[in-house]
């Protein structure tokens, strides 16, 4: 069975700071990209910030120079550092990653359970 757990969020005043991390664990073989998105109130899930497993990134244009995504293999974790926080990031923030269970087998998707991240003016 395998697991995605997050912690990190809370409650933060406007151009604070939390750090989000996410940590894989159970029966995994490989683990290709890892990604951060987030659902607003009332608002579709976007996604944040992406990274491959030989570390390459991908993040939105609005967090942008604020927010920082990283991994690390040996752990199985995906981490957001994200600084500078706007009200207009509070938001249910999940990770996900893309791995495999074997060698040969396919790649699935899983989810972790979301964690809030509330940003006050």
């Known amino acids: 069975q395998v697991q995605l757990v997050e912690s990190g969020g809370g409650l933060v005043q406007a151009g604070g700071s939390l750090r989000l991390s996410c940590a894989a664990s159970?029966?995994?073989?490989?683990?290709?990209?890892m990604n951060w998105y987030r659902q607003p109130p009332g608002k579709l899930r976007e996604k944040v910030a992406g990274i491959t497993s030989d570390g390459s990134t991908t993040d939105l244009d609005s967090v942008k120079g604020r927010f920082t995504i990283s991994r690390d293999n040996a752990k199985n974790t995906v981490y957001l550092q994200m600084n500078s926080l706007m009200p207009e990031d509070t938001a249910v923030y999940y990770c996900?990653?893309?791995?495999?269970?074997?060698?040969?087998?396919?790649?699935?998707?899983?989810w972790g359970q979301g964690t809030q991240v509330t940003v006050s003016s």
């Open positions: 159970g029966s995994i073989f490989s683990i290709n990209a």
């Open positions: 996900s990653a893309d791995l495999k269970l074997r060698e040969q087998g396919p790649v699935y998707r899983y």
